[in-house]
């Protein structure tokens, strides 16, 4: 009665005639009957304990019909209502957002302001023309759908097509264990809490996968697959050293890639996972903080990288030498975000910030690359900067426009393109000072607006499309989770 698993103590497995079990009954059963031998419970031919075979499966699935059936009604169900909802959000905000472009100042001015603090720190301030813009209906809408207290969260995930999502995490008190939250964007109920295998430690990415699985990667060495119908890890990848992004093809979930800490990219195969099909050494030492699976113009797939040195462009199938640096390599930057828009990789954003200066001598002075994402009281941060990068043919790319916010001295935060409708796109990026999610547009970088803030500054920002039309942006501080539903 109690759900197989590929590995531990229920593993699924079988006995001679053919029937399946999860170990741990056959053997509770063979205790039961004197540890000598035992009939199978549904033919009666006699087994021992030795008969007992591993089946080895990287998921476990029993198909029921009856089951499918009813999971297609409520996903068509769950779509219509989806369509519903947004036509109706769609007509209360251009209701509020009327009443509001009616009441703006239309004296404001409609540049982008940098604001300078009395310590001389200066940062974006999203001009409230750049609002009214907004409501106005000339791009985005973000509507807050959900907002919840977290205590320790670190990277998220949105599954767009099962409104899921999953935040990880450390349980609350000392030397709390490290966890996955899982959250129904449709309930109203607080997150549901997974506990990790032991020696997990912390998880630096998570990447949503079709089908109800996620992949993370995570310092302790692993690349796991995640099971959200059972919430239970159904696969893990032994790395050589710590991981701190992952990614995986939508047309192909099978390969799964893994970039290290010390620069290399492994690329595995989820049905043969012992060892990596490919090691793919990197153009630095730098650990490799983003990865996107994208494709080129002529529909290849492919992988972008970014580590300290700037975003690359790997072969995904691993036949190439050495990766492609996007850009110039500038020693006065250092690379901490990449965001883009998959499965195109046509557009992009290179987030930088000034390459910390340790001429003094201090030989303790930490590496550019092994900065930690734990959230630390950095005030206001410093002058950063975000850069477009468009592609000029099928292999070279060029810089465009440019702006600036406050980015964390330390953190290596995440950022987000966002798609309005109309071949127009958005950039999103949690501002140090504003502790909140501003947005610029692309490719002009121009600014458009600011979201609610939080008290800690952000650390994850992820953005999902929804099949019904819109989509998803997450957000994701030391302690709260915010969620916008993104009408176009």
């Avoid at 197989?4 to 205790?31: A, F, Q």
């Avoid at 009939?39 to 009856?66: L, M, S, W």
Wanted: with cysteine; charged share 20%; aromatic share 6%.
């Amino acid at each position: 009665m109690e759900p197989w698993t590929s590995e531990g103590e229920h593993r699924i497995s079988c006995i001679p005639c053919g029937h399946v079990y999860g170990r741990s009954c056959l053997e509770r059963w063979l205790t039961q009957r004197g540890n000598a031998s035992a009939t199978c419970p549904q033919c009666g031919r006699r087994f021992k304990h030795k008969d007992i075979i591993n089946i080895y499966a990287p998921e476990v699935a029993v198909p029921n019909n009856d089951l499918e059936k009813q999971l297609r009604f409520c996903r068509q169900k769950l779509e219509s209502l989806e369509e519903v909802v947004l036509k109706q959000g769609k007509l209360l905000d251009e209701i509020i957002s009327e009443k509001n472009h009616r009441s703006a100042d239309v004296g404001v001015s409609k540049r982008q302001k940098i604001a300078e603090h009395s310590d001389g720190r200066t940062y974006l301030e999203p001009s409230a023309s750049a609002s009214a813009a907004s409501a106005s209906g000339n791009s985005c809408r973000f509507v807050l759908l959900k907002e919840l207290s977290f205590d320790g969260a670190r990277v998220m995930g949105i599954d767009a097509s099962n409104q899921i999502i999953l935040a990880s995490g450390k349980a609350p008190g000392v030397g709390g264990e490290h966890v996955l939250r899982k959250i129904s964007m449709l309930s109203s109920h607080e997150a549901h809490t997974i506990q990790l295998p032991p020696d997990t430690k912390v998880v630096k990415d998570i990447c949503i996968l079709p089908g109800g699985s996620a992949l993370f990667a995570s310092l302790g060495r692993r690349l796991s697959l995640f099971s959200m119908t059972t919430n239970s890890v159904v696969l893990e990848c032994n790395l050589p050293l710590p991981a701190w992004s992952c990614s995986a093809h939508d047309s192909d979930s099978h390969r799964i890639y893994a970039g290290l800490q010390d620069g290399r990219v492994l690329v595995f195969d989820t049905r043969q996972h012992s060892r990596p099909l490919h090691s793919m050494a990197g153009l630095s030492k730098h650990l490799v903080h983003t990865l996107h699976s994208v494709t080129d113009n002529s529909g290849s797939r492919k992988v972008l990288s970014a580590s300290a040195i700037g975003p690359c462009m790997w072969d995904a199938d691993g036949n190439q030498s050495s990766p492609k640096l996007l850009l110039e390599d500038d020693n006065q930057r250092v690379c901490f975000s990449l965001a883009c828009a998959p499965p195109s990789s046509d557009l992009l954003v290179a987030s930088y910030r000034p390459k910390a200066d340790y001429s003094s001598g201090d030989a303790a002075a930490p590496s550019q690359a092994y900065l930690s994402q734990t959230p630390t009281q950095s005030g206001a941060g410093k002058l950063g900067q975000h850069t477009v990068i468009r592609r000029t043919g099928n292999a070279s790319f060029a810089e465009g426009s440019t702006c600036h916010s406050n980015v964390s001295e330390v953190r290596m935060c995440k950022s987000a393109i966002v798609p309005c409708g109309n071949d127009e796109h958005l950039f999103a990026y949690g501002d140090e000072s504003h502790r909140g999610v501003l947005t610029w547009r692309l490719p002009s970088l121009g600014v458009h607006s600011g979201l609610i803030p939080h008290r800690q500054p952000i650390l994850d920002l992820r953005y999902a499309g929804s099949r019904a039309g819109g989509g998803y942006l997450g957000c994701l501080s030391d302690d709260k989770l915010q969620v916008y539903r993104v009408d176009r």
